[in-house]
Each structure stands twice: as C-alpha cells, then as structure tokens.
C-alpha cells in the first residue's frame, strides 16, 4: 500500500482517521494509531510486522537498561553498542547479504548458489530511527520510553516509516505522549497531504514514464538507437523524477502528521534552487543528512581535526550515505562521487562563510549539471550501461543528436515539463506570501484559492491515478 494509491486516500486513510476522531483521549487514539500502523505496514509483508516488532523491543529494553546504568556509564556505553550492533545486522542481513555473496562469489566462484532476501519494506528508515533514539538515550538527551507501544508507535507511524523523513525521537517524544490538533493545523495538513499527492500522481509519475522511455536502464538496450538529446531528455526527467517523487512522499508524511498533531520537521528544501553542492546537500534529504552528521561525522571528530583526518571523515561519511540508498556499487560510487565534489567545494572553491565571489559564481553554475550526473550513477546499477549512456549523450555511441522521438517528447509534454521544473523552485513559497499582504483584496483572493486548491488537486490526482496504473515507488528499493 501506497501513499498515491486510491485504496489508501479514500479507504485506509479515511477510515483510519475517522476512528482516531471518533475516540477520546491520548490513550485511545494512540492505540488506533498503532494497530492502523501496523496494518499498513502489514500489506507490504505480514512476516515483517515481527522484525519490526522485535526490534523496536531489542532498542525498548536496551533504553531502559542504559538509563538505569547511568548516561554515559562504561556500561551503558557497551549496552548501546549491542544495541546498535543488533540494529545495524539486522539491516545488512536483509538488505546486503545478497551484495556481498554476490562479490565473493564474482572474486573466488563461492558460494554457488546465493539465497534470495527479500527486503523488508522501510527497514533503512526505521533502523537508523531507533538507533538514534538508543543513543539519544545514552547521551542523556532524551529519557527512554516506558511504553514499549509507545516506542512501536513511534517506529511504525505510517505517516513516515516506509518513505521517511527519518523523524527523531525527540522530535515527537511530547507528542506521543499529550498533543492537542487545532482546526488551523489540520487545514495546513490536508493541503500539505494534496500538494504532495499532486506532486507525486500528477508529475512525478509523469517524469517516470518519459524518463523509462527515453532513458532505458535494462542492459539489453539499443542504446545507438537513442539520439543524444533523447539521452538528455531522459536524464532531466529522471532528475525531475526523483525530487518530485521523494519530497512529494515528504509532503504527505508532514501533512499526515499535522492532521493528528504530530510535527515533522521539513526533509527537502528545493535542493534544486541550492548554490553549490554543499547547500543541495543541506536542502536535499535533509533527514539522513543530519542522521550522518550527528551520529557519524561529528564523532568522528567532524571538521575539528587536521586536513588528512578531516578529508578521511568525509569519505566515510559519503561512503556509508551512498551505501545507505542501495547494495549496488552505482550507490557507492555516487556517495564517493558527492565525496570528491565537497571536498573540492571545501577546499578548493573555500565555499563557506567567506566564500570568494569568483567561487561563489562557479559554484552556481556548475551545481546543477553535477547534481545531473550524480543522477545518472544513481539511476544504473549496470555500470556498463552507464557508461553507454554518457557516451550517447556525447554522440560517442554513433547515435544522432537530434531524431523524431526527441521532437515529438519534447513537443508533447513541453507544458508538462515546465510545470515540473517550476514545481522543483520555491515558486509556491512565493506566492503564499502575498496572504501577508495588507491589503485586502489580496487576502481574500489567497485564502479562497487556499481553500479550493487542495480539493481540485485531490480530484486531479484521483482522476490520474484512476486513469493511469503507472505509479511507481521509489522508496521500495530503501
């Protein structure tokens, strides 16, 4: 089950929260939170309801352990570590013991045969969850939750726990346990849940079909066939694609929570607006971002070391965010890939506080095409084909620049596609501050287009979804 499935919007979503008004009290709505939780998640693989029951009890007991030792405490500090080993195998068993076989066997023909795992839907979010809700505990941040359905409350929320953002424990720890829903906050829920419906049915699938079509990633492809603008084409699509498909996937998370009281903070940041790779990576995921710098890079020592150690804490950090996304090496290399951009940015380009206008300039002008071939390593896994690919862009395939497939993309969706760039810009944020506006017409103007434009997105996206069986989810491969 799907966010952009109609199923969800108008039956799980509906009924879900019509029980969860119908019921008084923090208890009670918990508890319809929780078992809706669990049946949503529960669509996707029954038999994961028990890792992920047994998980969050492995982190609820540890918590509890840590807290009683003492913040802080040798102790404590090795029962976090045991905690965090547990979390952090589970992961790689489901998620990388096909990767690994699969380049033993490549380097030595061993083992013969390599077991098929099937991958816990959401397991990288969750996990990286209540790993920091373990360590939290230990550093004496937060205190540790005495309601194991509480802390499974908090880990299965439907709102997030399949496609982010990777809330932290202390983010919600209030709310879980007292939160109040005003009218105002639910509006702003409700429009922010069709904004990101509309994003996601209305142009991200969009994206998709023409990036499939023009920009194949099945090895058996013609890739000669293809002109160098098909290529291209099929490229920025996928760009458009990917941002359109995760933020709007972000946008439903934080409206969904607003309807019940719950506070997401915000994940993307129109990372496509950025002015160097640095910023995008401030603006873009901003979740697993600040994951790595708070329990990985700062550790490490951050930025208060020598150069060599300083460069030696990036590579990790980059190598683990590549990782995280996907056992493939394409997601290695594009983690090392954002590794060698920011070094460079760092030192360099000195982009910084003080960063030198000339830099400054460079940065802006080269971030999107870096962003864009970051977006092509992503996109294959066949390396080969990658390759083919960046060769066909450059004509180096003996393809044309220019065919009929290409002029007729193009000249079909060229309102489409300027819709969905101006979408990926704070063009909206823009807009919405002319309800501040003093004068009056204005304001009547904006509140009734406030009121009316949720609802005609919500139509639209059913009438697409309904006309339309394309809808692809990204957040699966995570």
Known sequence: MVFSSLFFIFAFLVISYALYAAVKGIRARNIILLVSSLIFYAWGGPAFVLLLCLEVFVCYVSALMIETMGAKSRRALVTTWTCVGFCLALLILFKYTGFFLGNVQALIGFPKVIPSIILPIGISFYTFQLISYVIDVYRGEVAAQKSYANLLLYASLFHQCIAGPIVRYA???????????????????????????????????????????????????????????????????????????????????????????????????????????????RRWHISLSSFFRDYVYIPLGGNRVKVPRHILNMLIVWGLTGFWHGASWNFVLWGLYYFVLLVFEKYALRVGKDTPLASKIAARIYVLPAVYIGWLLFRFDNLSLLWDTVKGIVCANGNAFFDLSAQTTLSGNCIFLVISILACFPIVPMLARLREAKSAPVNVVANAAAAVIPAVLVILSALALIGDSYNPFLYFRF
Request: net charge negative.
């Open 171 to 281: 983010d919600v720890a209030r709310e879980i346990e007292e939160r109040k829903v005003t009218l105002d906050e639910a509006s702003r829920g409700v429009s922010r849940f069709a904004v990101g419906l509309a994003k996601k049915a209305l142009l991200a699938n969009g994206c998709a079909m023409i990036a499939d079509s023009l920009l194949p990633s099945a090895a058996t492809t013609d890739l000669s066939a293809l002109s160098s603008v098909s290529l291209l084409l099929g490229g920025l699509c996928y760009m458009l694609q990917i941002y359109l498909d995760f933020s709007a996937y972000s946008d439903m998370a934080i409206g969904m929570g607003l309807m019940v009281g719950f506070h997401y903070k915000e994940n993307f940041n129109y990372p496509y607006a950025a002015s160097s790779v640095t910023d995008f990576w």
